[in-house]
């Protein structure tokens, strides 16, 4: 099994301009969630899926954030417009029936 | 709503000393998962154990151990004789069971940042 996959590892850009985080979650796996980790906040839960329904988004910042998830094997988070305090690490993880939750390795995002 | 608690920021320890890490947990659950989780310099995190609620017994897993008290909503971590390779954050989560208004979801407590000298 290849664990959770994220994608990319590290992704620099601009203020304003969009970003897409992708995540491939484990097969078989019926929960998918984002977290952002900052030295600030720490680790936060930003939205969270059941069989690739959003349960629970009351963690996004705001409007500029977006997250879906098209079928069990596939998920984005986009950020449109981006800005500086958007930086930080963004997490996949998924987990089965909440038994148990695997992290992907993370892409830490930098806005300049 | 579940709140995770790490009262400790930072703990420094020389090799070979034992070291805790406490954590305390807030939950309106009756049964409830807590973990505990390792993110070494590289940045992964890391699993290292899953708590059932109903389970209270302490686990042991070679120079890792976990202490979890329900009466004191507690599930304290030691290492024993801690090694450099030790050092990293630890963070403390919690999640609820299947029929709990916290199902599927993971609470992190803020971590606590470990380093081992030699």
């Known amino acids: 099994d290849a664990g959770v996959i994220q994608s990319p590892r590290h992704e620099v850009t601009e203020m304003g301009q969009e970003v897409t985080l992708r995540c491939k979650p484990i097969s078989g796996h019926d929960y998918l969630f984002w977290y952002r980790q900052t030295m600030m906040r720490g680790l936060e839960l930003l939205i969270y899926f059941n069989n690739n329904v959003p349960i629970d988004d009351s963690g996004m910042p705001e409007d500029r954030f977006s997250a879906k998830m098209p079928n069990a094997s596939f998920s984005t988070l986009k950020i449109q417009p981006s800005e500086p305090r958007d930086s930080a690490v963004y997490f996949c993880?998924?987990?089965?029936?909440?038994?148990?939750?695997?992290f992907g390795s993370g892409t830490r995002l930098t806005v300049v | 709503a579940q709140k995770v608690t790490q009262a400790q920021t930072e703990i420094s320890v020389v090799e070979k000393e034992d070291v805790t890490l406490d954590c305390v947990y807030e939950t309106r659950d009756t049964t409830y998962y807590l973990f505990w989780y390792k993110q070494p310099p590289s940045g992964e995190l890391v699993f290292l154990i899953r708590r059932n609620s109903f389970d209270e017994q302490n686990e042991i897993s070679g120079r890792y151990s976990w202490n979890f008290r329900k009466s004191t909503s507690s599930f304290n971590f030691t290492i024993t004789a801690s090694q450099v390779v030790d050092s990293a954050v630890y963070f403390c989560a919690l999640s609820g069971l299947a029929g709990g208004t916290s199902y599927g979801k993971l609470t992190f407590g803020q971590g606590t940042i470990l380093t081992v000298h030699p």
């Open positions: 993880a998924s987990s089965l029936a909440g038994h148990g939750y695997t």
